[in-house]
């Protein structure tokens, strides 16, 4: 049983254990499994027994599914472990987008407080496979805090590339307590990006953005841990946000593969939601025109800024599979969709609430039925972006044109038995 690099465009092969980041023709790389040997296992029962496992790779809820996602020894396998988050009962933030059956996935409670832990195990096993000693990723948010993290876990040297300018330095925080090594450069995000695969080729560095296929691979497990908690029924929706666009195409490949294997009988439709202010594959898929970049790309939601994705092919391919939707929310609905999901007491950054915005949406424009079974991904922790939280309780995004329709603001009082008996009175 073994993998193979193969372009998602021209389909030229590779061999899997030399590092390479995209095809000759320019295409990016797809991991390829051996399905026709896969299907000789029975998958599920090994799925099942490894189910809260104590024993490790398995205990992690990405190498649980290890035959689907990369079939490595054990001794280069980097992990926390990740995965194992709760599927929530979706409760107020449910009744806000007019669902009955609503579930939310907190991807936010992974080792550093994103789904970006399951890419990175992956990711991080690959670097250590090909012999890796130093990774690098153009990043300043939650790719960066969590390869830091896996590196440190490993004992390799981590290299970030960050543009000057405006760094969002609430997740820079953690990359930097992790101990990755920092580098502004003197460019925007792009010229970041280009500096550190141009240093990736030239100095044997390991890259880790999500060009890298084996990420791709990892985050996979969201679906199959997802199926597993629901006893491999599947739900008619999946809902996620879109910024780069990896974990979507990671989502609907691994559900490709389950179908193709026949572990689930069943296409799930998967529904993309991405910021109205950074929205190239909505555009594309709404008015059905080429795929075309969206300059300054502009949102509160800062991890799904993002202009230029690089995984937007593999990613329509899956909508396309999976008969799919893409829609686009505006700042405000996904700071409202926040506010329901915090006050269920899940919470997650703004990013993550494009999903129950999205679902909002699209249940209003009927295109999900409020009877359906929806599974909704929440990407990142609450306290990823606290300034977002308190500056919308604190009616302080005015200045974005931004209304705090549901603000719980602190109330200031007098320190006396009166004044709180007058304040909590009206909620007895
Ligand atoms: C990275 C990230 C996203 C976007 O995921 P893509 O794979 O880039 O589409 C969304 N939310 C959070 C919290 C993220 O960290
Ligand atoms: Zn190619």
Same mark, same amino acid.
């Given at each position: 049983?073994?993998?193979?690099?193969?372009?998602?465009? !021209?389909?030229?092969?590779?061999?899997?254990?030399?590092?390479?980041?995209?095809?000759?023709?320019?295409?990016?790389?797809?991991?390829?499994?051996?399905?026709?040997?896969?299907?000789?296992?029975? $998958?599920?029962?090994?799925?099942?027994?490894?189910?809260?496992?104590?024993?490790?790779?398995?205990?992690?809820?990405?190498?649980?599914?290890? %035959?689907?996602? #990369?079939?490595?020894?054990? %001794?280069?396998?980097?992990? *926390?472990?990740? =995965?194992?988050?709760?599927?929530?009962?979706?409760?107020?933030? =449910?009744?806000?987008?007019?669902? *009955?059956? #609503?579930?939310?996935?907190?991807?936010?409670?992974?080792?550093? !407080?994103?789904?970006?832990?399951?890419?990175?195990?992956? =990711?991080?096993?690959?670097?250590?496979?090909?012999?890796?000693?130093?990774?690098? !990723?153009?990043?300043?948010?939650? &790719?960066?805090?969590?390869?830091?993290?896996? @590196?440190?876990?490993?004992?390799?040297?981590? +290299?970030?590339?960050?543009?000057?300018?405006?760094?969002?330095?609430? *997740?820079?925080?953690?990359?930097?307590?992790?101990?990755?090594?920092?580098?502004?450069?003197?460019?925007? #995000?792009?010229?970041?990006?280009?500096?550190?695969?141009?240093?990736? =080729?030239?100095?044997?560095?390991?890259?880790? /953005?999500?060009?890298?296929?084996?990420?791709?691979?990892?985050?996979? @497990?969201?679906?199959?841990?997802?199926?597993?908690?629901?006893?491999?029924?599947?739900?008619?929706?999946?809902?996620?946000?879109?910024?780069?666009?990896?974990?979507?195409?990671?989502?609907?490949?691994?559900?490709?593969?389950?179908?193709?294997?026949?572990? +689930?009988?069943?296409?799930?439709?998967?529904?993309? +939601?991405? @910021?109205?202010?950074?929205?190239? $594959?909505?555009?594309?898929?709404?008015?059905?025109?080429?795929?075309?970049?969206?300059?300054?790309?502009?949102?509160?939601?800062?991890?799904?800024?993002?202009? /230029?994705?690089?995984?937007?092919?593999?990613?329509?391919?899956? +909508?396309?599979?999976? /008969?799919?939707?893409?829609?686009?929310?505006?700042?405000?609905?996904?700071?409202?969709?926040?506010?329901?999901?915090?006050?269920?007491?899940?919470?997650?950054?703004?990013?993550? !609430?494009?999903?129950?915005?999205?679902?909002?949406?699209?249940?209003?424009?009927?295109?999900?039925?409020?009877?359906?079974?929806?599974?909704?991904?929440?990407?990142?922790?609450?306290?990823?972006?606290?300034?977002? &939280?308190?500056?919308?309780?604190?009616?302080?995004?005015?200045?974005?044109?931004?209304?705090?329709?549901?603000?719980?603001?602190?109330?200031?009082?007098?320190?006396?038995?009166?004044?709180?008996?007058?304040?909590?009175?009206?909620?007895?």
């Amino acid at each position: 049983m073994d993998i193979n690099l193969k372009c998602a465009d !021209c389909k030229k092969s590779y061999d899997p254990y030399i590092v390479r980041y995209s095809c000759e023709c320019g295409g990016t790389l797809d991991v390829e499994h051996d399905l026709e040997s896969l299907r000789k296992l029975d $998958l599920k029962k090994i799925f099942e027994e490894r189910w809260r496992s104590r024993q490790k790779p398995y205990d992690s809820g990405v190498w649980r599914y290890k %035959e689907l996602i #990369f079939p490595v020894p054990d %001794e280069f396998i980097v992990s *926390k472990p990740e =995965g194992n988050t709760n599927l929530y009962d979706a409760g107020k933030a =449910g009744k806000y987008a007019g669902l *009955k059956n #609503f579930l939310l996935k907190h991807e936010g409670e992974n080792p550093t !407080c994103s789904f970006k832990d399951r890419g990175m195990t992956c =990711g991080m096993t690959a670097a250590r496979r090909m012999g890796a000693k130093i990774v690098a !990723c153009a990043s300043t948010g939650n &790719t960066s805090a969590s390869m830091a993290a896996y @590196a440190a876990t490993a004992g390799m040297l981590s +290299i970030i590339f960050i543009p000057e300018g405006k760094i969002a330095y609430g *997740k820079l925080t953690q990359a930097l307590a992790y101990g990755g090594k920092t580098l502004q450069i003197r460019g925007d #995000f792009d010229d970041a990006m280009t500096l550190v695969q141009e240093v990736c =080729g030239k100095l044997n560095i390991y890259l880790l /953005n999500s060009i890298n296929p084996y990420r791709i691979e990892g985050q996979k @497990a969201i679906g199959f841990e997802i199926l597993q908690q629901l006893n491999w029924e599947v739900p008619d929706w999946f809902i996620l946000p879109g910024g780069n666009l990896g974990n979507n195409t990671a989502l609907s490949k691994g559900l490709i593969e389950l179908y193709e294997l026949g572990i +689930i009988a069943k296409k799930p439709r998967i529904a993309v +939601i991405q @910021a109205s202010g950074a929205n190239p $594959l909505f555009l594309m898929w709404k008015n059905k025109t080429p795929y075309k970049r969206v300059p300054h790309a502009d949102t509160i939601a800062t991890a799904i800024k993002i202009g /230029n994705p690089v995984s937007w092919k593999k990613s329509y391919r899956g +909508i396309e599979w999976s /008969n799919g939707v893409v829609e686009q929310v505006t700042d405000q609905e996904i700071m409202d969709a926040k506010a329901w999901v915090d006050a269920a007491g899940i919470g997650a950054e703004p990013a993550s !609430c494009a999903t129950v915005a999205g679902a909002k949406k699209l249940v209003e424009a009927g295109v999900i039925n409020p009877d359906e079974k929806v599974v909704g991904i929440l990407t990142g922790h609450l306290l990823k972006d606290p300034d977002a &939280t308190s500056n919308y309780h604190k009616s302080s995004l005015g200045d974005i044109g931004i209304a705090s329709r549901f603000a719980n603001a602190p109330v200031q009082i007098e320190p006396t038995l009166e004044a709180v008996r007058r304040q909590i009175g009206t909620l007895l």
